[in-house]
């Protein structure tokens, strides 16, 4: 976990893929790939596992988990999974911890070479909660197939993540060209002052939280007031590095972030990303105003559908833009056979837009122009 004053005075500085800590709704450990010890651990050992860090430090994984579990760590190992997407391999009770503890899910990763365990309290959820998240999953894709236009579309993803996840917001936030946002649909619990339209500077979301939504699907904040757990040691004795956090779901939280959110009165985040052919197209972006921890089938359900959202919004816009274009050809035609002949200059020197605008897609317009909107009848605001 950094000090205060270890932290950039510039977003886009900010090295979030190596916090130095965790969240605390769960616990960390870093194992040797070799021999499945372990080297580093978080803090909070003691609260989840019943046992202090000095005592784990340096002890086969065997003695944590016993044989059977210990087993699923080497197999993981033994694939040699190098994506860095973490697995969920299985769950167990540990023997000295508390009852509050209970039983916990540990999800496991690959990171430089090493074994990365996370361990976080086992979903509460019965079988007819993960029957009904089921539903709304099959739900939401149905919808999402069957949305006409791009707006339409980005509507009903926010509808279906709030479904999923009951969250106070729900928003799709588009990235520009210039890394500008724009929250393109929205749904939100009805007291809540609307973000619809609303257009955010790319110093919002700074580069390296960009870089990172690339590479992961989902990111998870339960609390954003909770302070962090420091991971012990600070870095991995082997390498002498702190451990990339990228693909761990209890990664601490960057403090810039924090005190953004904070700002707004929100305690509760859940971000995924939103993918065009490899470039982050926008963020499906979901806020609570109270602590809420995602249990992890409605979490693995967000990712299943973020994931469906980013293979099918290439198609819906590429077919959107096709549709403009030819209504764009067609009122072309329509124009330069009545003679005007303003509109065969513009033709001729290519100032047609390729695609609707934002305000097209909002209003459904047959033709637009800048500053023109022939189909709506009134100007953009």
Request: charged fraction near 25%; proline fraction near 5%.
């Amino acid at each position: 976990m950094r000090r205060a004053e270890e932290i950039p005075d510039n977003c886009d500085k900010e090295p979030v893929h190596i916090p130095g800590g965790i969240q605390p709704h769960g616990v960390l450990l870093v194992l040797r790939a070799t021999d499945l010890v372990i080297v580093q651990i978080s803090a909070n050992c003691f609260d989840w596992l019943g046992t202090t860090r000095e005592a784990l430090l340096g002890v086969p994984i065997v003695e944590l988990v016993g044989v059977a579990n210990a087993e699923g760590v080497r197999a993981l190992v033994s694939h040699n999974d190098s994506s860095g997407h973490p697995r969920r391999i299985f769950s167990f009770t540990p023997e000295r911890a508390c009852a509050a503890a209970g039983n916990l899910d540990v999800t496991a990763h690959l990171a430089n070479g090493a074994v990365v365990l996370e361990m976080e309290r086992a979903g509460a959820m019965d079988a007819d909660q993960l029957r009904d998240a089921y539903r709304v999953l099959n739900g939401a894709v149905a919808r999402l197939q069957t949305a006409a236009t791009l707006h339409d579309f980005c509507q009903a993803v926010t509808d279906e993540v709030a479904k999923l996840t009951d969250l106070d917001r729900v928003m799709v936030y588009r990235f520009a060209q210039d890394n500008s946002g724009w929250v393109c649909a929205e749904t939100k619990r009805a007291d809540l002052e609307p973000f619809l339209d609303f257009h955010y500077p790319a110093e919002d979301i700074p580069k390296p939280a960009r870089e990172m939504f690339t590479k992961i699907w989902l990111r998870s904040v339960p609390d954003i007031l909770c302070a962090s757990s420091a991971m012990v040691p600070t870095t991995d004795p082997h390498s002498g590095k702190q451990l990339d956090m990228t693909f761990c779901f209890l990664r601490g939280v960057s403090p810039m972030y924090a005190e953004y959110v904070k700002n707004m009165r929100v305690r509760m985040s859940l971000t995924m990303s939103i993918r065009r052919e490899g470039r982050l197209w926008g963020l499906i972006a979901c806020h609570h105003h109270t602590p809420k921890v995602i249990d992890h089938p409605v979490r693995a359900a967000c990712e299943l559908l973020a994931q469906v959202v980013s293979l099918q919004v290439k198609s819906i816009e590429d077919r959107e833009n096709a549709a403009y274009r030819d209504r764009q050809d067609n009122g072309l035609a329509l124009l330069r056979a009545r003679g005007i002949a303003g509109c065969a200059r513009t033709v001729r020197f290519g100032q047609w837009q390729a695609g609707p605008s934002r305000l097209d897609r909002r209003r459904g317009c047959s033709l637009s122009r800048r500053g023109l909107s022939t189909g709506a009848g009134k100007r953009a605001a």
